[in-house]
């Protein structure tokens, strides 16, 4: 059973930086896509960003273009989100998406994904 781990988050202060990483457990696990989620409560959960496996594409919601990245490392099975300028809006709990088939939905949207983390929490004070 493939399971992924975040790990990174925490609490920053508005216009800093976190980095998060997640890792995709088993070594067998050649994910096609892997983005990144988050949810704050009372909101649904949203897309943040993702990155096809190949590197070809990446997806970034409007809300975070400019500030935050996505990186991988496919040697490790990691994928990296990278924060910056962080708001207080960006505070939520973060989490990790992975599908190692051919999406058939809409890679921003959680019908996408098959395997999720437990999520990472980012606090950010203003």
């Known amino acids: 059973q493939v399971q992924l781990v975040e790990s990174g988050g925490g609490l920053v202060q508005a216009g800093g930086s976190l980095r998060l990483s997640c890792t995709a457990s088993?070594?067998?696990?050649?994910?096609?896509?892997m983005g990144w989620f988050r949810q704050a409560p009372p909101k649904e959960r949203e897309f943040v960003i993702a990155i096809t496996w190949n590197g070809r594409d990446r997806y970034t919601s409007g809300s975070v273009s400019g500030r935050f990245t996505i990186l991988k490392n496919p040697e490790e099975r990691v994928v990296y989100l990278e924060m910056n300028n962080l708001k207080p809006d960006d505070a939520a709990t973060y989490y990790c998406?992975?599908?190692?088939?051919?999406?058939?939905?809409?890679?921003?949207?959680?019908?996408?994904?098959?395997?999720w983390g437990q999520g990472t929490q980012v606090a950010v004070s203003s």
């Open positions: 088993h070594y067998t696990f050649t994910p096609r896509v």
């Open positions: 998406a992975a599908t190692a088939q051919m999406p058939s939905a809409n890679v921003m949207t959680a019908a996408a994904y098959d395997y």
